[in-house]
Structures are given as C-alpha cells and as structure tokens.
Nanobody, 117 residues
Framework: QVQFVEAGGGLVQPGGSLRLSCAAS????????MYWYHQAPGKERELVAS????????AYADSVKGRFTISRDNAKKTVYLQMNTLKPDDTGVYYC??????????WGQGSQVTVSS
C-alpha cells in the first residue's frame, strides 16, 4: 500500500533553514506529481509546492516563492522541501502528498516545523 515517511522537521530561529524529506513506497513514484502542503495552527491545509513526475517542472505558493525549493530523487523515491529564510508564519505541520488517478489523496504523517526565537 502507499506509504510516506517524512523526516526533517524541528525548531529553528527566524531566518534559519530546514530540509524536509518524504520517502515513498507502495506505488510507482516516478509516475506521480508530488506535493507539499502546510497547515498552520488553527488553519486549513494549504498547498505550498508541487513537482512534476520528472522533476523538471515546479510550482510554489506566493508566500514561499524564492525561499522554498521542492525537489525529488526518483531513484530514491523521495521528495524534498528545502526551506530557507524561515519566518514565524511558516510554523505548522508540513505534509507530503500524492493523488492517484481517481483523485484520492495519500498523505505523509506530517512534520512539525516551528519557527521561533
């Protein structure tokens, strides 16, 4: 079955960096667009970044453009989110995601990121 194992969250000061990873199993990873979502405390989950099957095409929410970079390693079946110049508003839980051909969502377990001095 589809499984994601996320890693890399933590506590960081404003202006700092973190790198999240999401290792996938149970499906043909390189056939799927991958996504990262962010859920701030008390708010709905929002799309942060996406990456095409080959990794050539990426897209970002305006709030993270120029600061976050999504990438993937299809050989390792892993997607990454490099987060730089972090702000307190970036605090929350980050989830990796894939959607199957029926539109069903598969989610990682979530990685807590806290940006605070």
């Amino acid at each position: 079955q589809v499984q994601f194992v996320e890693a890399g969250g933590g506590l960081v000061q404003p202006g700092g960096s973190l790198r999240l990873s999401c290792a996938a199993s149970g499906f043909t990873f390189n056939n799927y667009v991958m996504y990262w979502y962010h859920q701030a405390p008390g708010k709905e989950r929002e799309l942060v970044a996406s990456i095409s099957e080959s990794g050539v095409n990426t897209a970002y929410a305006d709030s993270v453009k120029g600061r976050f970079t999504i990438s993937r390693d299809n050989a390792k079946k892993t997607v990454y989110l490099q987060m730089n110049t972090l702000k307190p508003d970036d605090t929350g839980v980050y989830y990796c995601n894939a959607k199957d051909e029926f539109g069903h969502d598969y989610w990682g377990q979530g990685s807590q990121v806290t940006v605070s001095s």
